[in-house]
């Protein structure tokens, strides 16, 4: 697996939670919704492509309601992630937080062949790459697997939401494919 820890540490700057759009998976929705008894349109939003550049337009997680195409993402009122936490300027659901905030600004690396190489840091993450830290990578890895088994059945729900096209489709529609909305 390569070596065993990444030479980091986190100052909380709060580049992450400020400046990036999380995406999560149904699976971390399903989990917020539990730990914290919100309704999901109370923390999510749906980005369109003006609204987010760096995603793939090929990306398969994008929701096809006809005219326009969405992303699932985190809510960003003023420009801030809605469960960063004001006062003390950490996460809110930290616990249970999405998987990609837990592996962010970590970036995994693949050899050619598609075997796991290690993990090092984001290129485009505006970080200021302290390594005065030692992050262990065998539970980064564990996560990465997990957040691939969520994106897959992820990308098999989006699947079955863009083939029904029907009048007044909206994205808030894909919720209730996966959460019971009061
Ligand atoms: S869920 Fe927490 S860690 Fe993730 S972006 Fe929001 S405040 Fe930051
Ligand atoms: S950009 Fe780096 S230092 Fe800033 S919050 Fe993210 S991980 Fe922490």
New binding site residues.
């Given amino acids: 697996m390569g070596k065993e820890y990444v030479r980091f540490r986190c100052h909380h700057c709060l580049h992450?939670?400020t400046k990036v759009v999380?995406l999560p998976t149904p699976a971390d929705v399903i989990r917020i919704v539990q730990a914290t008894g919100r309704d999901p349109l109370s923390f999510l939003e749906f980005v369109t492509s003006e609204g987010i550049s760096s995603v793939d337009p090929n990306d398969p997680t994008w929701l096809d309601c006809g005219d326009e195409r969405y992303l699932m993402a985190?809510w960003r009122p003023d420009e801030r992630?809605v469960?960063?936490d004001h006062e003390n300027r950490r996460?809110?659901?930290y616990e249970d937080?999405?998987i990609l905030?837990r592996l962010y600004p970590f970036k995994a690396r693949f050899r050619r062949d598609g075997v796991f190489k290690g993990f090092g840091l984001h290129g485009d993450v505006e970080c200021p790459r302290h390594q005065d830290g030692e992050v262990a990578v065998a539970p980064l890895y564990a996560l990465l697997q997990e957040d691939e088994e969520h994106q897959c059945d992820y990308e098999d729900l989006v699947r079955v939401f863009n083939r029904k096209q029907y009048p007044g489709k909206r994205p808030e529609d894909f919720i209730g494919m996966f959460v019971e909305r009061n």
């Fill in positions: 992450c939670c999380c985190l992630c469960f960063l996460c809110g659901i937080r999405p905030c």
